[in-house]
């Protein structure tokens, strides 16, 4: 029989490394590792579009000294006694083109990450603001939890084998315990034995 061709130290060794081997191969994922992952983000919906029809003042106000749109450099002055007036010529063409022209305006009120943008279209046209579109894109915050687990092996069995210059080789195996393993090889020339201690960083 094959057992008899070993000692009795060498059948305790070849059943000892067995088991361990079986062993390592029955429980090398029983160690497990859990973990919470929460992470949190703001997601944009969909925008919302509307519009203000023919908005009504709320107060109007003349001013004392007003802006106007050309002022021809002559001008007329009449004295009266001591006060001086100047009188002023305007162009009227321009104040009517000025009157008629239709101005479009964009303006971003809120651009913000977690509330959202706000953005108003105002029109003004015969001196009158016509009408005011609005895009109101909201944001949500959303928060979403993961349980990661992680398989941690407690037992690694291995195989292995060596050759030097062809002369001889052996055969063997072993296990690691986590970080530490233990190796024995069998070298039949000589029926020598050899065992080795590592460890993985």
């Not at 060498?10 to 090398?28: N, P, T």
């Not at 160690?31 to 992952?37: G, I, L, R």
């Amino acid at each position: 029989m094959v057992m008899e061709k070993y000692s009795s130290l060498e059948k305790k060794i070849l059943i000892l490394f067995a088991i361990v081997f079986v062993i390592g191969c029955l429980f090398c994922n029983r160690n497990k590792k859990t973990s919470t992952v929460t992470k949190t983000e703001y997601v944009k919906l969909p925008t919302i579009i509307g519009k203000v029809e023919q908005p009504i003042p709320e107060k109007e106000t003349t001013p004392k000294t007003p802006i106007f749109p050309e002022i021809v450099v002559e001008y007329d002055t009449i004295f009266k006694t001591d006060t001086f007036f100047v009188i002023q010529k305007i162009d009227t063409l321009v104040l009517i083109s000025d009157y008629i022209k239709r101005r479009d305006y964009r303006i971003t009120l809120i651009d913000s990450d977690t509330i959202g943008t706000i953005v108003v279209m105002p029109t003004v046209q015969y001196n009158t603001l016509s009408f005011i579109d609005y895009e109101f894109t909201p944001t949500r915050k959303e928060t979403t939890t993961s349980i990661i687990i992680e398989k941690k092996r407690i037992v690694m069995p291995f195989v292995s084998a060596s050759c030097l210059f062809g002369d001889s080789f052996s055969i063997g195996g072993g296990a690691f315990y986590y970080n530490v393993g233990v190796e024995y090889q069998y070298i039949p020339d000589g029926s020598r034995h050899w065992f080795s201690v590592k460890y993985k960083f």
